[in-house]
T-cell receptor, first 114, second 110 residues
Framework: NAGVTQTPKFQVLKTGQSMTLQCAQD?????MSWYRQDPGMGLRLIHY???????DQGEVPNGYNVSRSTTEDFPLRLLSAAPSQTSVYFC?????????????FGSGTRLTVV | GDSVTQMEGPVTLSEEAFLTINCTYT??????LFWYVQYPGEGLQLLLK?????DKGSNKGFEATYRKETTSFHLEKGSVQVSDSAVYFC?????????FGAGTRLFVKA
C-alpha cells in the first residue's frame, strides 16, 4: 500500500518557468488537497478537491492551478514560477469517517525558484 | 476566520521529562481536532485525534483531551524519548478545510 506518492522530491525552477507537481493516492480517497509549508507559518491550503471533476480554492490559490480527472491523481500546476513560491509542497488525501479519519500526507516536494 | 494557535518553540527537554505543547482553536461549529507529527525530511503523520468535546485521543504515549470550555487541545506525554524529537502540529477540521497551527519543534536530549 503506497499511500500518497509525490514527485519530484526536489526541483529548482527559474523565475517564469512552469511545472507540474504530481500527486497520486491508491486508497480510493475522495478528498485530496495541496498545502505549502513555510517556516513559522505552518501549512497553508492551496487547493482541494472533494472528488473527480470537483476542485476549489484554499487560502493561497494565486499562481497555482489544479485539476482532478481521476480519483487517484491530483496534480498541482505552477503557471509562472516566482521566488515567493519557494516552499515545501505537500499533497494529502483524507478519509472522513471511521477509525482512520484524518489525513495521509505525501513526503513532499521541495521547490526552489531562483 | 478559523484558526489554530500553538505555543512557539523550540521546546527542549531532557529524556524522561514531561511534555506539554499547548494548542487552542477557534470554536466555530463542531470541529474535529488533531495532532500531527513531522520527522525531518518527511511528511506529516497523524498522531492522534478527537472528534467531539471531552474525547481523549491517545497514541504512542501521547494524549490530548478536547476541551470545549477552554477551546484547547493540549498535547501531553509523561516521559519523552530522544526519538520523539520532531515538529508537532495541532489542527482543526470542519467541513472541507483543515487549518493547521504553525508547528512546535521539540528537541529531546539524552
Amino acid at each position: 500500500n503506497a499511500g500518497v506518492t509525490q514527485t519530484p522530491k526536489f526541483q529548482v525552477l527559474k523565475t517564469g518557468q512552469s511545472m507540474t507537481l504530481q500527486c497520486a493516492q491508491d486508497m480510493n480517497h475522495e478528498y485530496m488537497s495541496w498545502y505549502r509549508q513555510d517556516p513559522g507559518m505552518g501549512l497553508r491550503l492551496i487547493h482541494y478537491s472533494v472528488g473527480a471533476g470537483i476542485t476549489d480554492q484554499g487560502e493561497v490559490p494565486n499562481g497555482y492551478n489544479v485539476s482532478r480527472s481521476t480519483t487517484e491523481d491530483f496534480p498541482l500546476r505552477l503557471l509562472s514560477a516566482a521566488p515567493s513560491q519557494t516552499s515545501v509542497y505537500f499533497c494529502a488525501s483524507r478519509v472522513d469517517t471511521g477509525e482512520n479519519y484524518g489525513y495521509t500526507f505525501g513526503s513532499g516536494t521541495r521547490l526552489t525558484v531562483v | 476566520g478559523d484558526s489554530v494557535t500553538q505555543m512557539e518553540g523550540p521546546v527542549t527537554l531532557s529524556e524522561e521529562a514531561f511534555l506539554t505543547i499547548n494548542c487552542t482553536y477557534t470554536a466555530t461549529g463542531y470541529p474535529s481536532l488533531f495532532w500531527y507529527v513531522q520527522y525531518p525530511g518527511e511528511g506529516l503523520q497523524l498522531l492522534l485525534k478527537a472528534t467531539k468535546a471531552d474525547d481523549k485521543g491517545s497514541n504512542k504515549g501521547f494524549e490530548a483531551t478536547y476541551r470545549k470550555e477552554t477551546t484547547s487541545f493540549h498535547l501531553e506525554k509523561g516521559s519523552v524519548q530522544v526519538s520523539d524529537s520532531a515538529v508537532y502540529f495541532c489542527a482543526r477540521s470542519g467541513g472541507f478545510k483543515t487549518i493547521f497551527g504553525a508547528g512546535t519543534r521539540l528537541f529531546v536530549k539524552a
